[in-house]
């Protein structure tokens, strides 16, 4: 185990990040471009002051990452960069309001049974922090200042309430993508602020409370109706834009 400067024991697993680290950027910064060969194993131990062994993992990582590829006899060289896939849910066109529809349209089936989770299996703590997001919506709408976080911190916090991970991990995935005033850049083809915002705001209420309650059926009809109530809307928005 290497020394820190301090000379303290310093974790390998630290050493690994580091040099990988380093290395990835002088990659990104064109220090090494494709094709370049990176210096030997025996430079790399100099350079870094680490051992062989933490060299070999970082470029274990770098090829893992598809940047490097070691060749027998040859070294390691530097590949050519590959196109980061986006990520699932992320393809959404803000200038297509029909884009927003198709993502409301996967909500209303995914979200409704989480609400109806969060109702048979809902904590107290869980039911606290459901109202404190809610009541954060009204409180930002009320001075003004953008709800779109704290909307979906809402959202977030029924799907913590049931209690099964994957509800949280689906709409993490997803982002601010599930919010759809989110995506619209132009502020004049959303609903009236005021009248949106206080409808939103009773929508939420209808969830927590029914949550609350441990009324499946009902937190399940108050999401669906939130949610439908939001395509509805971007609906006559896609309508009245055709026209």
Avoid: W
Avoid at 19 to 41: K, M
Avoid at 66 to 78: D, H, K, N, S, T
Avoid at 83 to 112: C, G, K, N, T, Y
Avoid at 183 to 193: K, R, V
């Amino acid at each position: 185990m290497a020394n820190d400067k301090a000379g303290r024991a310093s974790p390998r697993g630290n050493l690994v990040a580091d040099v990988v680290t380093q290395l990835r950027g002088r990659i990104a910064a064109q220090e090494f471009t494709p094709g370049d060969r990176l210096p030997s194993e025996a430079r790399l131990t100099e350079e870094f002051s680490v051992s062989r062994t933490v060299i070999r993992e970082a470029i274990a990582t770098l090829r893992a990452d598809g940047l490097v590829e070691p060749r027998q006899g040859a070294g390691v060289f530097v590949l050519e960069p590959v196109p980061i896939a986006p990520r699932p849910f992320q393809i959404l066109d803000p200038a297509r309001i029909s884009s927003i529809i198709e993502m409301l349209e996967l909500r209303i089936a995914v979200e409704m049974e989480a609400a109806a989770l969060a109702a048979a299996r809902c904590s107290p703590a869980q039911e606290d922090v459901i109202y404190e997001a809610e009541a954060e919506v009204r409180r930002l709408a009320e001075q003004g200042q953008p709800t779109s976080d704290a909307d979906l911190r809402f959202h977030l916090a029924v799907a913590d309430a049931t209690n099964n991970p994957r509800f949280r991990e689906f709409l993490e995935v997803m982002g601010l993508a599930i919010i759809p005033r989110s995506n619209l850049p132009d502020a004049g083809q959303t609903p009236s602020p005021d009248s949106y915002i206080s409808m939103i705001s009773g929508e939420h209420r209808a969830i927590a409370d029914a949550v609350a309650a441990g009324d499946g059926e009902a937190a399940r009809e108050a999401m669906r109706t939130h949610l439908l109530g939001s395509q509805q809307r971007y609906r006559r928005l896609l309508r009245d834009g055709a026209k």
